[in-house]
């Protein structure tokens, strides 16, 4: 049974940093692109950022471009979301997920596995 847990949310205040772990268990995915995703209260859920299978080609959202850095260690089958100069409108659940093909980028229905989420607030 494959299982995605995210961990490394919290409260934090404005400009600084968090990073947040998504470990796979079930399977390998090595070659499925991994992303993450966010859902604030009352908005759609929203891509973030997203790294490919295999050569691990990275893509964001223009919203979390230069600040946030996506990653992923394919031994541990873990992808890693490091976020820096946060700011309150990156207040959000926090969802990692895995998709179908060694790509993925913002579409969301590509993606087959979803984790259960992890807060983040960013306080003024």
């Known amino acids: 049974q494959v299982q995605l847990v995210e961990s490394g949310g919290g409260l934090v205040q404005a400009g600084g940093s968090l990073r947040l772990s998504c470990a796979a268990s079930?399977?390998?995915?090595?070659?499925?692109?991994m992303g993450w995703f966010r859902q604030a209260p009352g908005k759609e859920r929203e891509f973030v950022a997203s790294i490919r299978g295999g050569g691990g080609s990275t893509y964001y959202a223009d919203s979390t471009k230069l600040r946030f850095t996506i990653s992923r260690d394919s031994a541990k089958n873990t992808v890693y979301l490091q976020m820096n100069s946060l700011k309150p409108e990156d207040t959000a659940v926090y969802y990692c997920a895995v998709s179908r093909y060694s790509y993925g980028e913002h579409d969301s229905r590509v993606y087959n596995y979803w984790g259960q989420g992890t807060q983040v607030t960013v306080s003024s």
């Open positions: 079930g399977r390998t995915f090595s070659g499925n692109a």
